[in-house]
């Protein structure tokens, strides 16, 4: 899954929401989108011949709703990872959503750093499984676990303070600068170091990134980080 880019359908049954859902994607990196759907079957069908790795799924679609999208590919064994990107706001849909496999629940409208948030803890999620899969004999210890369930919860369980959409920023310069020090990562994003740092702490609590220690000739060892 790492190194390459995520394939991402749209799936909305309005043409201008649909193209600024796609705008977004495009403009994360890490993503490309595949095509778009207007339709539940069109939807299937497009799954079936595109393969993307990530669904954007609206709710309401002219012809049976996205709850029932989800359910049929799971049903027939896809494991697309699913956004619902919806208006819909009902407590039970949201329960449904959930239980029927979809990863994360993005009610519109919303701007760019929210979808991109939710499309990399997807990422995260996607990674963290495929790790599980090459570890030899289903051997896996509890890091790796965490990991697995852990990562699709990251955009909405940020702590106190931490904004999400600052959150995708600080990911998005992690992933393109493959490492960076909370001061490098502040610069590129706009924050304090001392702010940086919060965000990038807490995506190694999470087992979004890693650290190390860097040492100079003098003073303190400088802290790395670098996504997992």
Do not use: W
Request: proline letters at 4%; hydrophobic letters at 45%.
């Amino acid at each position: 899954m790492t190194g390459r880019d995520l394939r991402v359908l749209v799936v909305d049954d309005d043409f201008m929401v649909a193209r600024i859902h796609e705008k977004f994607v495009e403009r994360t990196p890490g993503f490309e989108v595949v095509g778009t759907a207007r339709t539940g079957a069109e939807a299937i069908s497009q799954v079936e011949h595109l393969v993307p790795d990530v669904l954007l799924l609206d709710v309401h679609l002219p012809d049976f709703d996205g709850l029932e999208v989800l359910r049929r590919l799971r049903g027939d064994g896809h494991e697309v990872g699913v956004i619902m990107v919806t208006a819909e706001r009902d407590a039970e849909v949201v329960r449904a959503a959930l239980l029927g496999g979809a990863q994360q629940y993005l009610v519109k409208p919303f701007e760019h750093p929210a979808l991109a948030t939710r499309l990399e803890a997807v990422r995260a999620s996607m990674e963290a499984l495929g790790a599980l899969e090459d570890v030899d004999q289903g051997a896996v210890d509890q890091a790796s676990i965490d990991r697995a369930f852990g990562a699709t919860l990251m955009a909405t369980s940020l702590p106190k303070g931490l904004s999400q959409e600052t959150a995708a920023a600080v990911v998005e310069a992690l992933r393109v600068r493959g490492e960076l020090s909370a001061r490098e990562a502040g610069d590129a994003v706009g924050l304090s170091r001392v702010s940086a740092r919060r965000y990038l702490e807490h995506f190694v609590s999470v087992g979004r990134a890693t650290v190390r220690l860097q040492y100079g000739a003098t003073g303190r060892p400088e802290r790395r980080y670098s996504p997992s």
